[in-house]
């Protein structure tokens, strides 16, 4: 049966109805999605991949991943922070990611700003999991329409008020939010969703950097 918000498939399981019953966005919502994350190199590469979402679907990005990956070093800062006119033009011509020049740029202006990040906190991920968001932030349930009525919140707007005046850029707060709850800072897999318990197992588990 299907519940609002929740898509059951073949296999019996209800999940987050989001992933459309594609195979890789299964994948993708299953393994990963909403799982802590404490990996700098992790962190960031969502970050700049949120990025190059803006305006696209993240299944578009997702498919374009490891071709993403491949383009930008691994996403590697400090080796993406050295990134000059003969990598950007190499990336413009590279028609396995987005080509879109400003979004190019900004990835290699912010790895320059997370290894300033890194210099001042130690890591990204003490960072941004020093702004985990407290329960008050948190809705009482977790539902489609709680998450489609809050696309931003208050620690997503302040994060990106902070990055922004640090210097980062395609940093908005529904981006910052759409990070966070990939990276497991928030669980929103729905009331119901199968992965929810493991993600809040996974929280309660995380010794927070």
């Known amino acids: 049966m299907e519940i609002e918000g929740l898509l059951t498939g073949e296999d019996g399981l209800a999940r987050c109805a989001w992933h459309g019953g594609l195979d890789d966005y299964r994948r993708y919502h299953d393994e990963e999605w909403g799982y802590p994350v404490t990996d700098d ?47 950007i033009a190499r990336c413009l011509a590279d028609a396995g990611i987005v080509r879109h020049r400003g979004k190019i740029v900004s990835t290699i202006n912010n790895a320059k700003r997370a290894i300033e990040l890194q210099k001042e906190f130690g890591s990204l991920a003490r960072y941004f999991w020093s702004h985990e968001p407290g329960p008050d932030e948190r809705p009482e349930v977790v539902d489609r329409a709680a998450i489609a009525a809050n696309p ?27 990070f966070m709850q990939a990276m497991g800072l928030v669980n929103d897999h729905f009331e119901g969703c199968h992965c929810r318990p493991k993600a809040e197992r996974l929280r309660a588990e995380l010794v927070r950097p």
């Open 41 to 87: 190199i992790r962190l960031f590469e969502k970050i700049c991949l949120e990025g190059f979402q803006s305006g696209l679907s993240w299944l578009t990005i997702l498919r374009k991943r490891e071709n993403f990956r491949a383009a930008f070093d691994g996403f590697d800062v400090h080796k993406v922070a050295a990134y000059g006119d003969d990598e």
């Open 152 to 178: 931003t919140t208050p620690t997503s707007i302040w994060l990106s008020k902070d990055l922004k005046k640090r210097g980062w850029s395609f940093v908005g707060p529904t981006t910052i939010y759409a």
